[in-house]
């Protein structure tokens, strides 16, 4: 495992530890930076039209596509040190 991935792994538990709940962009980019990170690029279909909470995941994780890993994950670590700080 590269030490990027574990810093990435250890940022995924450290958000856990949040006093405050951070506001929905905060999440949803938390999330699309996650996926990213972890997954790569998109490759689910759209939540139906009623899925709020899905489509707007799916949509700020589809923003993401073409972003190398390696890029998502740097770019989750330094978020949730932001919001840790």
């Given at each position: 495992?590269?030490?990027l991935r574990r810093e990435f792994e250890q940022a995924?538990?450290?958000?856990?530890?949040?006093?405050?709940?951070?506001?929905?962009?905060?999440?949803?980019?938390?999330?699309?930076?996650?996926?990213?990170?972890?997954?790569g690029d998109l490759?689910?279909?759209q939540p139906g039209f009623f899925d709020?909470?899905?489509?707007?995941?799916?949509?700020a994780w589809a923003q993401l596509n073409g972003v190398p890993e390696e890029e998502a994950m740097r770019r989750y670590i330094a978020l949730v040190h932001q919001l840790l700080a």
């Open positions: 495992m590269t030490d995924a538990e450290d958000i856990q530890r949040l006093d405050t709940r951070p506001d929905n962009d905060t999440l949803l980019k938390l999330y699309a930076l996650y996926k990213q990170g972890s997954e490759q689910r279909t709020f909470v899905g489509t707007a995941k799916h949509a």
